[in-house]
């Protein structure tokens, strides 16, 4: 049953977008982070960014204009955590919203003391919503392209939400590859998460982004932007980690450099 459901799925799906040379080189030349893949990597990721590019519809907001190159930057970045998970692990969601620049958004805040809820502004630069939307800034966007070893990168960041939302619970615990132990990845990245956060509330100047302390699937988001664009952070800080992240992104590669 479930296989005839895949093969439908499969006959349903639209072909990949295919993706001119010209155009494809000048997103390699973009996006620094690719540099370092190997000619098979580069156009295996070609191909996933066809598919995504088939398969996702970008949305541009508040006079934001996205032309072939802004849309295919987007993808290379949104696909190269999945370069060897695959396509499949992009699934659920379709929309991605793209603002200019910061973006504010209606929340309401708890406080756990006191049970006072109140309202307030949010000034965001990209979120991942479960079964929504990705929705990014651009202007970050450019600031990670322009700067791409500061340990920041807010696409890889949204997507490793949208990686983590796959098995319905947002806790910094993504679906794991076969081979992969639940257990350790929890006992590990809890052990990492409680240093960084007594790290944090110590007021000690932390390796790691001091924003990864707001929660575990904040941790694991930033942790997983950080093994893309800065991973001796990683093996600074939470050196348990990084052969997981490793086994979880790129089993059977070599750690990037
Ligand atoms: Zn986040």
């Known amino acids: 049953m479930f296989d005839l459901i895949r093969r439908l799925r499969a006959r349903l799906a639209p072909a990949p977008r295919p993706i001119p040379d010209d155009l494809w080189q000048a997103t390699l030349a973009a996006c620094p982070l690719l540099a370092p893949l190997s000619a098979d990597e580069r156009e295996r990721l070609r191909a996933l960014c066809g598919l995504f590019l088939a398969h996702k519809r970008y949305s541009p907001v508040q006079g934001m204009t996205l032309d072939d190159a802004r849309c295919l930057v987007i993808a290379a970045y949104a696909c190269l955590p999945v370069l060897d998970l695959g396509f499949d692990w992009l699934r659920g969601w379709r929309e991605i919203i793209v603002y200019p620049g910061e973006f504010r958004v209606r929340r309401e805040h708890h406080d756990d003391h006191t049970g006072v809820v109140t309202e307030g502004d949010d000034v965001l630069i990209g979120e991942a919503?479960?079964?929504?939307?990705?929705?990014?800034?651009?202007?970050?966007?450019?600031?990670?392209?322009?700067?791409?070893?500061?340990?920041y990168n807010v696409i890889v960041h949204e997507i490793a939400h949208k990686l983590d939302m796959l098995d319905g619970a947002t806790d910094g615990v993504p679906p794991l590859p076969a081979g992969m132990e639940r257990r350790e990845w929890i006992g590990a990245f809890?052990?990492?998460?409680?240093?960084?956060?007594?790290?944090?509330?110590?007021?000690?100047?932390?390796?790691?982004?001091?924003?990864?302390?707001?929660?575990?699937?904040?941790?694991?988001?930033?942790?997983?932007?950080?093994?893309y664009s800065a991973p001796a952070q990683i093996r600074d800080e939470a050196p348990e980690l990084a052969p997981l992240l490793q086994r979880f992104f790129h089993a059977g590669r070599l750690v990037p450099a």
């Open 129 to 151: 919503w479960e079964r929504g939307p990705l929705i990014l800034s651009w202007a970050d966007i450019e600031q990670d392209l322009a700067d791409p070893h500061a340990g």
């Open 190 to 227: 809890q052990r990492a998460y409680d240093a960084h956060c007594a790290a944090v509330d110590d007021g000690a100047d932390t390796v790691l982004d001091p924003y990864a302390a707001e929660s575990p699937d904040e941790f694991f988001a930033v942790l997983c932007e950080t093994w």
